[in-house]
């Protein structure tokens, strides 16, 4: 934060702090008045949100601060990305690219959301293809996006056969060997890990961020 | 059937309890009527109030809990057990006797067998089995805005009339009519007369005939329910509760303002979300204990939702989420009546504030907490129910579930914890039956 204004550091402080209303405020003064670059006030919030990530995996923040978090983010995107008149080149280097759904007959999506959200905050290109995904959907979008990362959401216990058919037809289709699968969800654990054949599997979103930043051999 | 008195000692069955007896739990109101069924009742009864009051029981109790593992221990599919009424409760007075535990969920039928009334109320807030799910899968609730974030006050200030003209459009296709109602607050004389023309409006008209219709048929699937309890009290068996009740925090996160509106309200709605807790907390209250009393069963489930560890924080939680729920759970008591709350997820972190409660009078449930240390933390508190693993029991050889009860009944029976075994949340859909029968007898080797 030493290159910042004041101004730019209040901004960050405020949104890491959950001032909504205030934030807001400032982001749209910059934004909307005093013209300030979108691409800056963009930047300002990937700072405080990395702070916000790092009070979730202190403990200090939960899931509520999470979801406001990114519903702050999502408003100021909204003003600022009109504003940009560059094509993607300023666009920051993403760490890699993961596709996450829930899997056929599971509806949940209120985890895979957060992990969605904290993935893209965290720099990696993120693919979410929704709820009840058949097993060739998964395969179609694989192969259409090629991802270096899949996770596999589910929150009730008909998920792990649903996790176990999709990864298995992975392998038929021959792709197993192209990302890694990572699973998630309520009732997930080690046993349901060796159950379905993923790589791994994550109790919250900080600990899918790291498994993703781990594969990509990123230090955390 | 015993009478337990105010210090919570069992009193000879003959002797009638004094009129002017400290008020105990509300007694069961059904009881067998055959020598030999009264006989079983009451011992597994009893083993279960022991665990309650914190005596130890001649053996460690076992529940029998289960929801849409019906469907596959029936080989029916999900969609018939919803509709069903007579077929499920066949299934499900079956595997109450297969199985033999000490207290079997009234919830086997009544969980299930919601499709007709649901069918006529067209509700939105499930895709069940027909209905947005395939046949063969279980409802899922839909998690969405059914109040939104403005209508905080309107909710507060005229309660009844927002259920009718906001809340039951919502939920129900065929209330959509009702938002059509007339404003009663503040009508009064002739503006009263002459406004209850309202009545007459066609679509208001026509989701009145629509709510007959949904109660009637809702008082058929109750009718089943009482019936399903009063058969499985003639066998033996006692219902491990009466019904269930909610949370005032899950009451209105779940059912009014939806997961990110409630996490966002946290900060955007404090006060306002404050207020409805609070009056929620009066309304629920006076429901559950109302329901307990019409079921004739002390003890209430109660699923707990939002509590986990992950998420709020510990200040939040002790804000926002137990307060209210002390509250009610306090005056339940009060009213003769043992709250099940059953912890979802893991509840590690919540220990220490829960354990605020009278001793020996709840049972907690735990799903993912880890019952050996609630057995530490609340073991001279309350009574313990769960918590074998779904994983385990979905994926699990027979010989992994028997030495997972053997560890439950070694580690937290057998060292003093007043525990009633039973899955992490009843036995997951997915459970081949040869775990179940490995669970229940594992329980039988292990629990004496």
Redesign the interface.
């Known amino acids: 934060m030493a290159d910042m204004t004041d101004q730019e550091r209040q901004l960050v402080q405020l949104l890491a702090d959950?001032q909504?209303d205030e934030a807001l405020a400032i982001a749209n003064r910059m934004l909307l008045e005093e013209k300030k670059n979108p691409m800056r006030v963009l930047e300002l919030c990937r700072n405080a949100m990395d702070i916000v990530g790092k009070r979730f995996e202190a403990g200090?923040?939960?899931?509520?601060e999470l979801?406001?978090a990114g519903?702050m983010l999502e408003k100021i995107g909204a003003v600022a990305k009109p504003l940009i008149k560059q094509g993607p080149d300023g666009e920051a280097k993403k760490l890699g690219r993961v596709l996450i759904g829930t899997v056929h007959?599971?509806?949940?999506?209120?985890g895979k959301n957060i992990v969605t959200f904290m993935l893209d905050i965290n720099g990696f290109d993120v693919r979410d293809i929704g709820v009840d995904v058949p097993v060739k959907k998964f395969i179609e979008e694989i192969n259409d996006y090629k991802p270096d990362v899949v996770g596999l959401s589910g929150f009730?216990?008909?998920a792990?056969?649903s996790m176990k058919e999709t990864i298995a037809a992975f392998d038929s289709a021959g792709m197993r060997q192209r990302f890694k699968i990572m699973i998630g969800g309520?009732?997930?654990?080690e046993?349901?890990r060796k159950?379905t054949g993923a790589d791994a599997f994550g109790?919250?979103a900080v600990e899918a961020v790291t498994l993703c930043r781990n594969w990509m051999g990123v230090a955390a | 059937m015993p009478q337990l008195d105010g210090g919570g000692r069992v009193n000879a069955p003959a002797a009638p309890a004094a009129a002017t007896a400290p008020p105990g739990f509300l007694p069961t109101a059904l009881q067998p009527t055959t020598p030999s069924a009264r006989a079983a009742f009451d011992a597994r009864w009893r083993r279960v109030l022991d665990c309650v009051e914190l005596r130890t029981p001649d053996r460690m109790p076992v529940a029998l809990y289960a929801s849409f593992w019906m469907a596959k221990y029936g080989g029916v599919s999900c969609q018939q057990l919803m509709y069903d009424y007579q077929g499920t409760k066949q299934l499900a007075l079956r595997a109450a006797q297969e199985f033999d535990a000490d207290v079997v969920a009234p919830a086997m039928v009544a969980s299930n067998i919601y499709g007709p009334t649901l069918e006529a109320m067209d509700f939105r807030q499930l895709?069940w089995a027909g209905h947005g799910?395939?046949e063969n899968?279980?409802y899922?609730y839909?998690?969405r805005e059914y109040m939104l974030n403005d209508e905080y006050e309107e909710f507060l200030a005229d309660p009844t009339g927002f259920y009718l003209r906001k809340y039951l459009p919502r939920i129900g296709g065929a209330f959509a009519g009702l938002a059509e109602m007339p404003v009663l607050p503040g009508m009064h004389y002739f503006r009263l007369v002459a406004g209850l023309r309202g009545f007459a409006r066609p679509g208001v008209r026509a989701a009145l005939q629509n709510l007959l219709q949904v109660a009637e048929e809702a008082e058929r699937m109750a009718g089943h329910n009482a019936d399903f309890a009063e058969r499985l009290t003639a066998l033996g068996y006692p219902r491990d509760a009466g019904g269930n009740t909610v949370s005032p925090y899950d009451f209105v996160a779940d059912y009014f303002r939806g997961?990110?509106g409630m996490?966002?309200d946290?900060?955007?709605k404090k006060d306002r979300l404050l207020q409805l807790l609070e009056r929620a907390r009066v309304w629920l209250t006076q429901l559950t204990i109302d329901n307990a009393r019409a079921a004739g069963h002390p003890i209430v489930m109660i699923p707990i939702h939002w509590a986990p560890d992950?998420?709020?924080?510990d200040k939040?939680f002790r804000e926002f989420y137990w307060p209210t729920f002390r509250q009610m759970m306090l005056d339940m008591i009060a009213a003769g009546l043992i709250p099940m709350p059953l912890w979802e997820?893991d509840c590690s972190k919540r220990l220490e504030v829960i354990g605020d409660i009278p001793a020996g009078k709840c049972i907690y449930w735990f799903e993912r907490t880890d019952m050996l240390r609630a057995r530490e933390v609340l073991g001279d508190v309350v009574a313990l129910r769960g918590n074998l693993?779904?994983?385990?029991m979905?994926?699990?050889t027979p010989e992994e579930v028997d030495a997972a009860v053997r560890h439950l009944a070694e580690n937290v029976f057998h060292k003093g914890g007043k525990l009633i075994l039973d899955c992490a949340f009843g036995l997951?859909?997915?459970t081949p039956l040869e775990n179940v029968r490995a669970m229940y007898a594992a329980a039988r080797r292990y629990g004496g």
């Not at chain 1, 007959?105 to 209120?110: C, F, R, S, V």
């Not at chain 2, 992950?310 to 924080?313: D, G, K, Q």
């Not at chain 2, 693993?389 to 385990?392: R, T």
């Open positions: 959950m909504e200090e923040y939960f899931l509520p979801v406001l519903e007959g599971d509806l949940h999506d209120i009730l216990t008909l792990f056969d309520g009732q997930i654990d046993t349901v159950y109790v919250n | 895709q799910v395939g899968q279980p899922q839909l998690d997961a990110r996490m966002t946290l900060y955007r992950a998420f709020m924080s939040q997820a693993s779904p994983s385990l979905t994926t699990g997951p859909d997915e």
